[in-house]
């Protein structure tokens, strides 16, 4: 076990992937001189060189599809877009291309591109960088989608990503690139298979990213024994673990930030609904921020994110009475 | 308080006025970072220090109905624009006397009474929103005109060629300002764009274009008559360069540690305000004492902005579910 920053696992992850591959590459705004910029790439230059590790102009559609050619040609190129929404003018290329190349190839080609991209809010950063967006990309069959939650799975799971033959969107929770954790280099992680990081038998909490942190100081704060799951794969995701984590407790509740529409938990609750309905103790349901861009002052911010102890409120509204809880903007009577 | 169109009108002809309001810029500029450490900002903030000449020179010669986008680095535009330091500190502090009720932040500055269209934080995004708005003066018969400043590393994004491409062919009355401040981010422009002079990519689009001295603002306000008067009397859109340079860093983490040494210093030789207390005294118009004047005057201005944005009220939680859609009509 070393103890390591998020960021610093990211960057341990890449140099061993580099170190293993000779293909791996990777490039994007500022990531090579400036060692990125949120210093997701240290050292990397220095050690592999200006071949393999490269600054880009402003062009996420080029350099994404540059990336996206590299890869059929027998390169794993590792592409940095610094804020999520950025890949908006680089979508075609992810969603459109490299997802339906192996589907329009006759399966002879494959597409290792691995994106990565920090997302979330928290931050201040205003609502054009501060969204998560999984749902830009989750419907993308072709596409594989992992959302990192700590330095482990930061390290795990970007080298699981690097080795996958297909294309794989990867998010990181910028609000999490200083956090410390400790990190055991030999752990492997498979892409589509959800972490249990707490067991127990009240009630299955799904959650994903940044939210995991929030899930485990509301299950501390609210002594509820709650079975704490991190997806860590959106597509594909783990449907055995949910599963048979709700089979056991009779309850679920998923943790989100995203907006309440169109999130990517309301696939979650739609399964488990459909296959448990008949053993279910309560209203799957989950918690998300509400339909609002995300606001920029401080004290929105705060509230537009699920927070501990609304999360604790509402585990013990649902536990009591097997109903769903209201959302904070119901109770203060902003909206239906 | 003076409104917005107050502020935009002073500045129109008044060169006093003019110099007065890139001081106001530059002093605006230099309180941001102190109110970080107070912990009085939060997220990012990009500051435009050396640019304060472009800004007003191109709101000196726009008219208030005309419409600009422009980026993050949008405090000086703002300010020029005619935006009262109040509502656009007010929105970097996330107060509700922001030009945004503080939901937008430093990135977000917007004002329709002057023209000025929201600020956005993505790269290159205002360049086709401004030849669509020049494509509804065409359209409606006005002679208005758009206008997008954005960067010299924007040159680099499908938008920026996109944008000009359809701007030329369809003849739009909009001027695209690339402001050349030498860096995108941290990268100096020349290893990340192969040409120095980057007004010279409108040329494939057949499209009218130069550079000009964006440190001067006589010179601003000379290019920009003339792409104006082009774009108005139908002639069709201009590209400019501006070139200029950013004094501070990229943003409020960014130190610009990368930058040749003595690079900073040449340009600062031509600092805008300088430029143009140097004009305005050799003109009789001012003298040191009263430049001196104007300068501590400001300081004490800036310090009641300060004051009354600290005292603003925060938004309420129902604030951020304003303004999200058009409200429904309540039908009778
Ligand atoms: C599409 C997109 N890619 C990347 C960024 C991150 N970013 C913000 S500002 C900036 C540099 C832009 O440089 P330039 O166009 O020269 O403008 P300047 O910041 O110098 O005013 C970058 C890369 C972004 N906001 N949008
Ligand atoms: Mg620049």
């Known amino acids: ?336 | 308080m003076k409104t917005s169109l107050q502020r935009r009108q002073d500045i129109k002809t008044d060169k006093i006025a003019q110099y007065e309001r890139m001081v106001e810029i530059r002093e605006f500029e230099e309180q941001i970072n102190a109110l970080f450490a107070a912990g009085l900002v939060r997220g990012s903030t990009h500051l435009c220090q050396g640019q304060e000449a472009l800004d007003v020179g191109i709101a000196a010669v726009l008219r208030p109905d005309d419409v600009v986008l422009a980026t993050y680095r949008g405090h000086g535009v703002a300010l020029a624009l005619g935006l009262t330091p109040e509502s656009v500190l007010g929105e970097i502090m996330g107060k509700t006397n922001g030009c945004c009720g503080g939901v937008g932040g430093s990135m977000h500055m917007c004002d329709m009474s002057v023209g000025l269209l929201p600020t956005s934080a993505i790269v290159g995004a205002g360049i086709p929103i401004a030849a669509g708005a020049a494509l509804a003066f065409q359209v409606q018969g006005k002679d208005n005109v758009g206008v997008a400043v954005f960067g010299d590393g924007a040159s680099n994004i499908g938008a920026f060629h996109e944008g000009l491409n359809l701007a030329a062919i369809w003849k739009l009355p909009v001027i695209f300002i690339c402001d050349n401040n030498v860096y995108g981010e941290y990268s100096r422009i020349n290893t990340t764009t192969p040409i120095e002079d980057l007004h010279t990519r409108a040329e494939s689009y057949n499209m009218p274009h130069f550079s000009l001295d964006g440190m001067d603002i006589a010179a601003v306000e000379k290019g920009m008559t003339e792409a104006v008067n082009r774009a108005r009397s139908g002639g069709g859109p201009t590209l400019i360069e501006a070139k200029t340079y950013r004094f501070a860093g990229h943003s409020r983490a960014d130190q610009a540690l990368y930058r040749p040494a003595g690079e900073l210093e040449q340009w600062q030789k031509r600092d805008p305000l300088k430029v143009t207390e140097e004009g305005l005294v050799a003109s009789g118009l001012l003298t040191p004492e009263k430049i001196e004047k104007i300068k501590s005057d400001m300081k004490v201005r800036m310090q009641e902005v300060i004051e009354t944005c600290s005292a603003a009220p925060e938004p309420t939680l129902a604030s951020m579910f304003e303004n999200i859609w058009t409200p429904v009509k309540a039908s009778k």
């Open chain 1, 1 to 336: 076990m070393t103890a390591m920053r998020f960021r610093q696992a990211i960057v341990t992850a890449l140099a061993d992937e580099m170190r293993a591959d000779s293909s791996v590459m990777i490039f994007g705004e500022d990531v090579a001189v400036a060692e990125g910029p949120f210093k997701t790439s240290e050292g990397l230059l220095q050690e592999f060189g200006p071949l393999r590790v490269r600054d880009t102009p402003i062009s996420e559609m080029a350099f994404t599809g540059a990336a996206v050619g590299a890869a059929i040609m027998g390169m794993k190129p590792v592409v940095e877009i610094m804020f999520m929404e950025f890949l908006g003018v680089a979508l075609d290329q992810l969603v459109t291309e490299a997802a339906k190349l192996r589907y329009l190839s006759n399966g002879t080609l494959s597409v290792p591109i691995v994106v990565r991209a920090s997302c979330g809010s928290g931050l201040g950063f205003g609502s054009q960088h501060s969204q998560t967006l999984e749902n830009w990309v989750a419907a993308t069959p072709g596409l594989k989608v992992v959302h990192l939650s700590d330095a482990q799975s930061a390290y795990s799971l970007m080298r699981a990503a690097i080795q996958d033959p297909d294309p794989v969107m990867v998010l990181e929770p910028r609000i999490l690139y200083g956090e410390r954790g400790e990190v055991d280099t030999s752990l492997k992680m498979t892409i589509g298979q959800a972490r249990m990081i707490r067991s127990g038998g009240a009630i299955t909490i799904v959650s994903l990213g940044q939210m995991v942190n929030v899930c485990k100081s509301a299950i501390e704060k609210s002594g509820i024994d709650v079975e704490l799951i991190d997806l860590a794969t959106v597509v594909p995701w783990d449907r055995a673990a949910v599963l048979n984590s709700v089979k056991k407790t009779g309850r679920l509740v998923v943790v989100e930030e995203s907006p309440e529409s169109g999130g990517w938990g309301s696939e979650i609750v739609a399964t488990v609904t459909a296959e448990l309905f008949g053993s279910l103790k309560g209203a799957p349901f989950r918690i998300t921020t509400p339909d609002v861009p995300v606001p920029y002052s401080g004290v929105l911010e705060t509230r537009y994110v699920p927070t501990d102890d609304d999360i604790v409120r509402q585990l013990t509204h649902a536990i009591g009475t097997g109903e769903k809880p209201k959302t904070w903007w119901q109770l203060e009577g902003i909206k239906k």
